[in-house]
């Protein structure tokens, strides 16, 4: 694995259009058998990211979490996804970055991590794999505050109707369906819902913000962000989450704004909360999710591995009762990675490889 | 939770209930459509003045609230009592917590004078649904208070671009949770559902408060209790020709979305109310002094709250759990009370707190009981109706149970001797409960 220093956190809007550039590139290339069928062996690194004051309130505000001087970590997630998406926007990225969908996303923070703490950021792509659907693969951020590792994000995302040569078609899972509890809660969401995310965190794909753009990507109506509706559950969760936990999220169905969801969060045994949000009338999940302690074994502590290693399978320990998998026939996008804007900003990029630095911190079992 | 059996606090004297008064509750947009909050407290208060000649009275202290209060009237109570002919050194507070805040009223003023800080004291509470304070959205409150702070041209019109055409719209108050987004009747159809109350059942009750309200004003029994404001002379929720029939035929208006049957109508549910109530408070030596006639002592109270936010309760279950500690506490059962007066929120409120109580589960897993908690005799219970029929502004609610039973308690010493208790219990919002025990005095 190669590790990139880049000077800062990339402008998404460079990175939608380089990688909308791409995914044409890929679809040509494709075609002559010459695409990529690896993931790209790098992976980049942003050091002192630190959140606004302004910006942590704006997040906070906007998913209902209390306003603490710790970064929720939702917001963490965002300030690393330029850096995931960065990776999926090189031309040796084997999946095409447009049209992509979130299929879950998991995770582990080790302690509260305090807004004028200063983060390094680093993203790479691992565990490409078939899906029913199409490819998967998921983009591992970390954020380490001098070496220690206290925040690793998964995100999963699908690749539909695109299958690497060397794949076997996944068969599907067995799963039970979804039924709804008596719901603890709601959300009324207004039309503007996916412009409000959008401007906390960057996040512009165009399918979360008007009809129109959503209907050019084959959506009825605008969508919520999956990790707006992800935020929402887990600040509903509340305190009682702790400062260490493991956040596992599936998404299933979009929520199609303006909507009314029901959301049910509540106390699972053994610690934390299942948490699930639906569709009030269908009855159709749209996010399944729960938040646990961190698995009573400490992780092993191997400083020979490099972080690129660590596991990327939900936590083990304590199961989500409501679960149901990645891999669920016709998932559709919590959101995806599109949209075409500015210049490429990524070219200011150093070029310099060094070797990852060895990390103390392991992945869970 | 495990439930000792304390001995009862030793209270070095008693506070008594002296009386009451306050003015018929109406409908929302009636009577009082253009009465404040002050108005009405004030105008409930000046009753309660005439009543027991208090006028240039200096009163130990008064305390009063209101659920929905414009931030303006952060001194409400103190300003009824400037606009009231009590003396206008008599201090006052306001109370806050939810539709407990009549009953709050009373048992931190009771507490007063049974510590001795007090001997004299006014409880009360008001709330106006009509009149409710409506205010900007969060979004332009902030842009504006920015706009506020801005020094330069730049900032003052980065602070107002931020204002959208739909951040102006008015903002009107809501039943709703801020935490689950859930109004309070969409909580009680959950806990409806959970528990199983019927439909028939819940129409019953809803009968039995109109009923029992109208057999009271009837009787003449809110005489000395109710003074006519505005052109209200009785309680304008009272429906003297309802029936099961009428009752029946109304469409539900909660729970619609849920998988169990919908059975929350606007007949088995309160309406929203304009109103206020006063309660007169004071030490046997006050009593004596001003020829006042005791009705009732408060003896003890318990507040109580649940996470309902996690799905642990239903929202309005909080009594379900501090009465047995109240009554543990005092060393009672609920044979032991000749009155129980539970706040009809919602018909199926008080049904499922019965069902909690009787359930030899929830008693023995919830409860840390043996068994069941026990059952209440529904000829005990709201016996002059409650606020299914009388309505229920919020914070007024606690003072008009509380004198309406503590007259009924004195009437019931007078009539059989002994010393007649009543359980007082009162939901509110966020999953709070207040819950009290009177006895005659």
Redesign the interface.
Known sequence: MTLVDLPAVPGLGGLYARGAASTGRLALARRTGSAPVELPATAYRVRGVRASLDHLAAYQRLVGEEASDTLPPGLVHVLGFPLAIALMARTDFPLPMLGMVHLANLVEQRRAIGYDETLDVTASADRLRPHRTGTQVDLVVEAAVDDEVVWRGVSTYLAKGVHLPSDERASDDERAPFEP????????L?A?TGRRYAAVSGDRNPIHLSPLTAKAFGFPRTIAHGMYTAARLLA???R?RGDAFVWSVDFVKPVLLPATV??????RPGGG?DLAAWH??SGKPHALASVAPPPLTPPNRRPDRPSAAWSTAPPPATPPLLRLSATRPGATPGSSTIQPRSRSTIRRAGRPTIQPRPRRCSGYP | MALKNTATPSAPRRALVLGGNRIPFARSGGAYAHASNQDMLTAALEGLVARYGLQGERIGEVAAGAVLKHSRDFNLTREAVLGSSLDATTPAYDVQQACATGLETLVGLSNKIRLGQLESAIAGGVDSTSDAPIVVTDRLRRALLDLSRARTAGQKLAALGRIRP?DLAPVAPSTG?P????SMG?HQA?TT??WGITREAQDELALASHQRLAAAWDAGFFDDLVTPYRGQTVDGNLRRDTSLEKLAGLKPTFGT??DAPATMTAGNSTPLTDGASTVLLGSEEWAATRGLTPLAAVVDAEAGAVD?????DGLLMAPVFAVPRLLARNGLTLADLEYVEIHEAFASTVLATLAAWESDEFGRTRLGLDGAFGTVDRARLNVHGSSLAAGHPFAATGGRIVATIAKELHLRKQRDGGTPRALVSICAAGGLGLTAILEAA
């Open positions: 509890p008596l719901p603890t809660g709601q959300w009324q207004a503007d509903d969760a509340g009682g029901a959301t049910s969060v509540r106390h909360f009030p009338r | 739909k949770e935490r689950t987004h859930l969409e959950l559902a959970q979305r849920l309902f936010v996690h799905g642990e």
